[in-house]
């Protein structure tokens, strides 16, 4: 069976600095997160992951399908 993977990394908006605790302005929140499934969409791995900071270096490899 072939896996895929799903990621999505997305910038939070200022109220979610608020809810993951004690963030200094103006820093922002990133949420990743990476969902990994087979091809009858049976989902074998999820992370998710909630960083706080002030700069960021996002990386992601892009492959061909097929």
């Known amino acids: ?6 990621r999505v990394a997305l ?3 200022p109220a979610f600095s ?12 990133l949420r990743a997160e990476r969902t990994t499934f087979l091809d009858t969409d049976e989902v074998i791995e999820f992370s998710l992951a909630t960083c706080c900071g002030e700069w960021y270096r ?9």
């Open 18 to 29: 608020v809810l993951a605790g004690s963030v200094s302005n103006p820093a922002a929140v």
């Open 11 to 13: 910038i939070s908006w």
């Open 58 to 66: 996002l990386s992601m490899l892009l492959e061909p399908v097929g």
């Open 1 to 6: 069976m072939k896996r895929n993977q799903r």
